[in-house]
């Protein structure tokens, strides 16, 4: 079983930083891509970031200059590193990665973390 488990959410003020960890657990299992989607109370998830193995990103447009993706392969771990808050960006983060087992190519969800933006 290939789980991610993010981490790092919380409360904070307009104008803020968080960053949001998600390690991938498992075995037998090559990391592909990785992403972070959100979904706020009524709304369809969203992407919010993703990353390649190469290190390529695309950002939502929402977001664009205000969060970075990264990644350290070899903890099998992907960051989003939020600055400057707001209101709109509360939701529950979750992360998602392909992965490849056995030559075959699988996606895995994490259960979320909630990010709250309030004064």
């Known amino acids: 079983q290939v789980q991610p488990v993010e981490s790092g959410g919380g409360l904070v003020q307009p104008g803020e930083s968080l960053r949001l960890s998600c390690v991938v657990s498992g075995s037998s299992f090559s990391i592909g891509a990785m992403g972070w989607y959100r979904q706020a109370p009524g709304k369809q998830r969203e992407l919010v970031a993703t990353?390649?193995?190469?290190?390529?990103?695309t950002y939502a447009d929402s977001v664009k200059g205000r969060f970075t993706i990264s990644r350290d392969s070899a903890k099998n771990t992907v960051y989003l590193q939020m600055h400057n808050l707001k209101a709109e960006d509360t939701a529950v983060y979750y992360c998602?990665?392909?992965?490849?087992?056995?030559?075959?190519?699988?996606?895995?969800w994490g259960q979320g973390t909630q990010v709250t933006v309030s004064s």
């Open positions: 990353i390649t193995t190469g290190g390529r990103t």
């Open positions: 998602y990665t392909n992965y490849r087992r056995d030559s075959a190519l699988y996606g895995s």
